[in-house]
């Protein structure tokens, strides 16, 4: 599957963004989605994840109660709403797909349990 994520962009602290990531090429609605960003001089971490289902999300505890994930699995696309940003928030975004399902029901939060990834988008927050 090939992911093409858009919407990044700079905006001003405590404003919002939309992340969108569109999938082709395979069953979207046969991956689990994820987000992942990118600051500056550290390693990539996980923002948050969806099931394939759209039914349970996971969030980073940095962005809990501040971002969303959704998707549409009828458009092919997972969205990442990012409201009251934050300096920090600054990064480049990744989407990401895996056709990985754990047996217990965990989300998927390790970058190494996906298959797939996007060209990432540049947001820039500005306090």
């Known amino acids: 599957v090939q992911l093409q994520a858009s919407g990044g962009g700079l905006v001003q602290a405590r404003g919002s963004l939309r992340l969108s990531c569109a999938a082709s090429?395979?069953?979207?609605?046969?991956?689990?989605m994820g987000w992942f960003r990118q600051a500056p001089g550290k390693e990539r971490e996980f923002v948050a994840g969806i099931r394939r289902s759209g039914d349970s999300t996971y969030y980073a505890d940095s962005v809990k109660g501040r971002f969303t994930i959704s998707r549409d699995n009828a458009k092919n696309t997972v969205y990442l709403q990012m409201n009251s940003l934050k300096p920090e928030d600054t990064a480049v975004f990744y989407c990401?797909?895996?056709?990985?399902?754990?047996?217990?029901?965990?989300?998927?939060?390790?970058?190494?349990?996906?298959?797939?990834w996007g060209h990432g988008t540049h947001v820039t927050v500005s306090s």
């Open positions: 090429g395979g069953t979207f609605s046969r991956y689990y």
């Open positions: 990401a797909a895996t056709r990985l399902i754990l047996t217990d029901g965990r989300h998927l939060s390790s970058a190494f349990e996906y298959d797939y």
